[in-house]
């Protein structure tokens, strides 16, 4: 008679864990790696109640990780190693180091809001345990007494200065002109064809609007996802650390000048409606509008429009004329426009237009110049 295979084993034999001793394990190796990362982070804190809160946290880490490989235990899993922390806590770690402790807190209160109900509905989990991971966030927000300058810092992370449409139009048409002017210029000094020409400045001309649409729809989509999920995590904060919440709402209003009692009673009467506390706080802590978040379409529509503008200018003398008159116009026409982009850069700057306008006209000749070598190397050796 055959040997039938336990169907709870792998086909190396190895026995496949049940799902509540995956989920035991889980628990243990969060609770273990969170343990060693406030540990290390209390290395760098300055000794005192920043240092001995953070210990404090390791130590109830070190409890909850003991209740899981107890109950791991019971189940017959005694192999439990901790060979090195995950990769997240060991980049928070490394963060901390090199940055300092406040660059990282942010972070920190952060994940902890994320994951404050995580044992609310786990039956094998004790109240105390929960309780003390939604303290745990609570510990965080006081460590280096909340300072206006760390929530001053994380309110300015995402603020986005005037005149960002400007200056998305104008180097996007600088880009597609200097680079398409470079390919007319390659192409053009390897052959005199007007056709084959014209062929490579359409072709360069699509494809580089495209691949600056793409790229421009997939960063500010990215952006946007980062962004929603920066608010989804402030939602989750408010709701598991209101009184903190409240606490960092009053001390970014007194940094803005408004006296203290005041700045308490209004972030009193703003923390009354949760919609209203939760607008309040992505404003004024994240610094973003979440009524006003990027349109991915919208930037890969003008980063596509501005490069396809810029880099017409080159191609537009080749749809008019042929030889070298078309080469010199194309040469005229695009000095013109990079004058012009100059000019426009520095209204941005603030620096001399005539420089400026310089500057891109000097770049934009090595450019050219040393393609159209290039392609007259080119061409006379394969010709």
């Known amino acids: 008679m055959a040997k039938t295979e336990d169907p709870s084993t792998h086909q190396s034999g190895k026995r496949r864990e049940p799902p509540f001793q995956k989920k035991y394990r889980e628990f243990w190796l969060a609770e273990r790696a969170a343990a060693w990362l406030y540990r290390e982070l209390a290395k760098i804190a300055d000794q005192g109640n920043d240092a001995d809160t953070l210990e404090r946290l390791a130590q109830a880490e070190d409890r909850h990780a003991a209740h899981w490989a107890e109950l791991l235990g019971r189940s017959g899993i005694t192999d439990l190693t901790f060979a090195k922390p995950p990769r997240r806590e060991r980049w928070l770690a490394w963060i901390g180091r090199r940055f300092g402790l406040d660059k990282v807190l942010p972070m920190l209160i952060r994940l902890e809001a ?27 927000a006081m460590l280096g007494h909340g300072t206006a300058s760390r929530i001053a810092d994380v309110e300015s992370r995402h603020r986005v200065s ?4 400007l200056r998305a139009a104008t180097f996007g048409i600088n880009d597609g002109l200097v680079s398409n002017l470079s390919l007319v210029m390659g192409v053009a000094g390897g052959t005199g064809n007007t056709e084959i020409i014209l062929l490579a ?5 699509f494809a580089g609007a495209f691949s600056m649409g793409t790229g421009e729809y997939i ?18 904060e408010l709701r598991a ?3 903190e919440e409240r606490d960092e709402l009053a001390m970014i209003y007194r940094a803005k000048g408004i006296e203290p009692e005041a700045a308490d009673k209004l972030a009193e009467r703003i923390m009354l409606r949760p919609t209203a506390a939760l607008d309040t706080l992505v404003r004024e802590e994240l610094g973003l509008d979440p009524n006003d978040l990027a349109s991915p379409w919208v930037a890969a529509f003008s980063s596509f429009f501005a490069f396809a503008i810029g880099a017409f200018v080159p191609v537009l003398p ?6 070298g008159l078309a080469l ?12 012009m982009v100059g000019l426009m850069i520095s209204v941005l700057t603030g620096r001399s237009g005539a420089w400026s306008a310089f500057r891109m006209l000097f770049v934009g000749a090595i450019s050219a110049g040393i393609t159209f070598g290039v392609g007259s190397l080119v061409g006379t050796t394969i010709g």
């Open 114 to 140: 994320a994951d404050a109900g995580k044992y609310l509905n786990v039956q094998e989990a004790p109240q105390s345990m929960s309780e003390e991971e939604v303290q745990h966030g609570r510990s965080l």
């Open 162 to 165: 005037s005149g960002s449409a």
């Open 201 to 205: 400045g359409i072709a360069g001309l």
């Open 219 to 236: 960063s500010v989509r990215s952006q946007r996802e980062l962004y929603e999920r920066e608010i989804e995590i402030e939602q989750e």
């Open 241 to 243: 650390f209101p009184e």
């Open 318 to 323: 080749f749809l008019l004329t042929e030889g």
């Open 328 to 339: 010199g116009l194309a040469a005229g026409l695009a000095a013109a426009v990079l004058a």
